[in-house]
């Protein structure tokens, strides 16, 4: 079992954050993914932010058709499963 736990800690401190956790706006692990109009995930601190200056979205600079904001649950889930599997290798999920 020990062998087990060294191997999977080898195993995520040589895996990156995945790409679908990252917020494009701040580049950070998104702790609360929504879908703007233009179908991306953003964390919805940083695309509220933007929204209240901008009419177009931020990675394709096409015009929104609303602000409105849609939870993405599956990609909170991702985020959760990273950060738990970081937590049980001693790692920080945010390095």
């Known amino acids: 079992q ?5 191997k999977l800690r080898d195993v995520i401190a040589a895996r990156t954050k995945p790409p679908r956790i ?10 609360n993914p929504v879908v703007a109009a233009d179908g ?26 609303h602000k409105e904001l849609t939870p993405n649950e599956a990609i909170r889930r991702l985020v959760r499963k ?5 937590r049980k290798a001693g790692r920080d999920p945010h390095a």
Do not use: G
Not at 82 to 86: K, N, P, S, T, V
């Open 82 to 86: 990273f950060m738990e599997e970081c």
């Open 22 to 31: 990252i917020c494009p706006i701040s580049q950070d692990i998104m702790v």
């Open 40 to 65: 991306h995930t953003y964390e919805r601190a940083q695309i509220e932010a933007w929204l209240r200056t901008h009419d177009r979205a931020p990675l394709t600079n096409a015009v929104l058709r």
């Open 2 to 6: 020990k062998k087990q736990i060294e």
